[in-house]
């Protein structure tokens, strides 16, 4: 089954703390990895993807696929960087993709001055 | 640019009635998918249109739930018989294309309550 698993829901930690958000997955194939993020009542939107390699607001995330895990990082919190995240995955391009995600449950990280 | 919109933002409405939830893509872009967010848990995948044709209708919960797209453009997602468990926000997002390397741009979601 194809499956995305975050196992907290919330992660608390004071400012210039790091910060590891856990994402593990299940799916038969190679998959294609994000992160979404949803600030206060702000759309989600894309934080990062695997394949592209980037850091993003000094976020990274390594696909592990020995582990299945796609965790995201980020060495010193920020106050703004509270907010829900998702990991999410979709099926690799071709093959008749059609680039649905199937989401996690998401994690509230809650930065604390 | 314009994002994607959707209206209405909020959406009430008693046990057995119909609704419609309406989405207007980015200009341009081909593919459109509808996603249900209960409270507490991720995005649901529930349709993908390529064009005006439903590619995948593979998460419809059942049929009760149904979609058109009817000039490539506007979506727009249609409940009948409304249940208290339809209750949730509706969202939409469109890319260019269909999966990698297009990001899906997301609209602010329908928040509907069934009643």
């Known amino acids: 089954a194809q499956r995305v698993t975050q196992p907290e829901k919330l992660l608390s930690v004071f400012k210039g703390a790091p910060v590891e958000l856990k994402c593990n997955y299940s799916y038969s194939g190679s998959p294609e990895l994000f992160w979404y993020v949803q600030y206060s009542r702000q759309r989600l939107q894309l934080l990062l993807r695997?394949?592209s390699r980037e850091s993003i607001k000094g976020f990274t995330a390594d696909l592990n696929k020995g582990e299945t895990s796609f965790h995201l990082k980020k060495p010193f919190a920020q106050e703004e960087d509270s907010a829900m995240y998702y990991c999410a995955l979709s099926g690799q391009l071709g093959g008749g993709n059609t680039g649905k995600l199937i989401f996690g449950q998401g994690t509230t990280l809650q930065v604390k001055p | 640019g314009a994002g994607v919109s959707q209206t209405p933002s909020n959406k009430v409405t008693e046990k057995g009635k119909y609704v419609e939830l309406r989405c207007d893509p980015i200009?341009?872009?081909?593919?459109l998918y509808w996603y249900r967010q209960s409270l507490g848990q991720g995005p649901e995948f529930l349709i993908y249109f390529q064009g005006t044709g439903a590619a995948d209708d593979s998460g419809l919960p059942n049929d009760r739930f149904f979609a058109v797209r009817p000039e490539g453009s506007v979506s727009t997602l249609k409940i009948q018989r409304t249940e208290r468990g339809d209750s949730a926000v509706y969202l939409c997002a469109s890319s260019l294309a269909p999966g990698q390397p297009y990001e899906q741009y997301f609209g602010p979601g329908t928040r509907l309550t069934v009643t």
């Open positions: 695997h394949i």
């Open positions: 200009s341009g872009h081909t593919a």
